[in-house]
């Protein structure tokens, strides 16, 4: 099957009204920040964030299938010597706007920057917020799973009478594990904090996160030839990511030098998936 992509140069909120409902398998995105990128996104108030957001992911909701999910990176920053709570007052307006906030993922930065500051130490991590429309949705869990590690050779070698059973906590909460089920695995599953470093090569935009990232989420929660978003494209990482997975992408950016970058590097063929249908009179013979 041939890879398909689609570019849209425009506000997010219109150029998704150009996509069908229910067409989309997964949404990766990183929206600009509160009181940020104000040369090339203009930098929308903390006041206004939530409000600014929500007709976007009113039409992330309507394009999403039932069974699709939506990550969202964000992260709060610092106002007046306190974190403003717009990222948290945008999760309960987007759950009355109809979303299940379902997971909370942590991208741990590995190379942060180094910095010093009076009240606060740097920033290492950044939100990844998994949303999704119903409560079954698909998820590939064995398509990120890691090595067990060296832990697996010592842990492992001897087991008790207790390992060989599913203890229970001691502690009361109700949890237990049987240690024996790890004996012939390679690999386990991961958790939800992501040790990744940030991206270092300049792509000619202001913030773009590794490719690694959009990555994971791809494989967690998409197979081949599935549909995945990227309503703020920035400059195509999650394109990109997609297409090397064998994954169809849209993308959708209100900066035409972003829309034109990448336009060219992923060196569009005329494939599109949501290309209307024209009809055409036939010649008459001269």
Same mark, same amino acid.
């Given at each position: 099957m041939h890879i398909q992509n689609q570019v849209f140069l425009g506000d997010s909120k219109e150029e998704l009204k150009k996509i069908p409902s229910d067409s989309?398998?997964?949404?990766?995105?990183?929206?600009? *920040?509160? @009181?940020?990128?104000?040369? $090339?996104?203009?930098?929308?108030?903390? @006041?206004? *964030?939530?409000?600014?957001?929500?007709?976007?992911? @009113?039409?992330?909701?309507?394009?999403?299938?039932? $069974?699709?999910?939506?990550?969202?990176?964000?992260?709060?920053?610092?106002?007046?010597?306190?974190?403003?709570? *717009?990222?948290?007052?945008?999760?309960?307006?987007?759950?009355?706007?109809?979303?299940?906030? $379902?997971?909370?993922?942590?991208? *741990?930065?590995?190379?942060?920057?180094?910095?010093?500051w009076p009240n606060r130490f740097r920033d290492s991590w950044e939100r990844l917020l998994q949303f999704n429309k119903s409560r079954s949705f698909h998820m590939y869990q064995e398509e990120v799973m890691v090595p067990m590690g060296d832990w697996k050779k010592t842990r492992l070698k001897n087991l008790s009478d207790t390992d060989k059973t599913r203890d229970d906590s001691k502690v009361g909460s109700g949890f237990g594990k049987n240690i024996s089920n790890w004996v012939y695995r390679d690999k386990a599953y991961p958790t939800n904090v992501l040790h990744l470093a940030t991206e270092c090569n300049n792509k000619n935009h202001s913030a773009t996160f590794p490719e690694s990232l959009p990555s994971w989420f791809i494989r967690l929660f998409t197979k081949e030839y599935d549909v995945v978003l990227d309503p703020f494209m920035g400059s195509g990482t999650t394109l990109f990511a997609a297409k090397k997975l064998k994954r169809h992408a849209i993308g959708i950016d209100i900066v035409p030098e972003y829309y034109h970058q990448v336009m060219n590097e992923l060196q569009f063929e005329e494939s599109y998936l949501f290309e209307e249908k024209s009809t055409y009179e036939k010649s008459s013979d001269k």
């Open positions: 989309v398998d997964l949404i990766v995105t990183s929206p600009p *920040y509160a @009181d940020q990128r104000k040369k $090339t996104y203009g930098g929308i108030s903390p @006041d206004e *964030y939530v409000q600014w957001f929500l007709p976007v992911s @009113d039409q992330l909701l309507r394009v999403l299938k039932p $069974t699709g999910t939506f990550v969202l990176n964000i992260k709060e920053k610092v106002t007046n010597g306190e974190r403003n709570t *717009y990222v948290i007052e945008l999760i309960l307006e987007m759950k009355r706007q109809g979303w299940l906030w $379902t997971e909370e993922f942590i991208w *741990y930065k590995k190379n942060c920057y180094p910095g010093k």
